[in-house]
Each structure stands twice: as structure tokens, then as C-alpha cells.
């Protein structure tokens, strides 16, 4: 499927970008990469809101605050399942794979652009319920105020 790839953030080491421009050079014809730079905090979810998921392969997240705000604006999120976050496809927020599973995290892009608008609007739903069941959660609260 044809993928548009923005990639959002701080470039905080610039060795390591040049790394990644040169693997975004080798990309198939049918992914187009961009660099979009920083968002400000009240973008955020307007930035979020404009896209079919949140792409974020990471090798290790202890949370993921970009997960949650990527949810509190209705957008699905593919994922390394080295992530605190389960049952993803369960409640339709989104989907994880192995960070290494290069053709698993393509068969979900896949499966994500062959959806129809009712599907999608149906993960997108799945993804703000969510982020409201995390807003709602006392527990969170508790636990950060140790």
C-alpha cells in the first residue's frame, strides 16, 4: 500500500539522523518519508488527529506518552509490543508487533489502508475509548502521587 511517513520530534543527535536519512533514501517507491520537526504541546492532538495511526517501532517504552495522546485524539497506534500496552487489537486503539518483524508491521500498514471508512472511524472509536478508560482510571492518580 502507498505509506506517507512524517516523522515528528527534536533532532537531538545528529549523527544518528544522518543514519536515518540514509535507511529513509532506501525506502520502497511506496513509502514516502518526510521529517515534519517539532510540534508545539497545543498541536499536538491536531497533529495526531490528521493521521490514520501513530507508527512507533520502539525498541522499549516504560509508558509511552505519545501513545496516549495519539489516542486522546482518536488515532489508532502500531506498536512494538515492547510496550506496557495489551489487548490493543481487542479494543481496536491499535495493534503490536515485534520491533524487529518487519513484515508483520507491513501487514498491518496493509490491513490499515484496505480499511473502509466505517472500519476505520470503528478504531478510531476504539482508540479515544481508551485514552477515556486511562482518564478515568483512579489508579494512575494513586500511584503517581507516591
Given amino acids: 500500500a502507498p505509506v506517507t511517513f512524517d516523522i515528528y520530534g527534536p533532532i537531538e543527535d545528529r ?14 517507491e511506496n513509502v514516502t518519508a518526510s521529517y515534519r ?9 491536531t497533529v495526531f488527529a490528521g493521521y490514520d495511526a501513530l507508527f512507533l517501532p520502539t525498541l522499549g ?7 496516549v495522546e495519539a489516542w486522546a485524539a482518536a488515532t489508532p497506534v502500531l506498536l512494538s509490543d515492547r510496550t506496557p500496552w495489551a489487548d490493543l487489537e481487542v479494543d481496536r486503539a491499535g495493534w503490536a508487533t515485534a520491533p524487529d518483524d518487519a513484515e508483520g508491521f507491513a501487514a498491518r500498514i496493509d490491513q490499515l489502508a484496505e ?21 478515568r482510571d483512579e489508579s494512575l492518580a494513586v500511584s503517581y502521587a507516591r
Fill in 37 to 45: 520537526g517539532e510540534v508545539s504541546p497545543d498541536e499536538v492532538e
Fill in 115 to 135: 480499511m473502509g471508512d466505517v472500519e476505520h472511524e470503528r478504531w478510531r472509536a476504539g482508540a479515544l475509548a481508551r485514552a477515556e478508560r486511562l482518564a
Fill in 61 to 67: 517504552e516504560n509508558y509511552g506518552y505519545a501513545v
Fill in 15 to 28: 549523527e544518528y539522523w544522518a543514519r536515518c536519512e540514509a535507511r529513509i533514501r532506501m525506502l520502497p
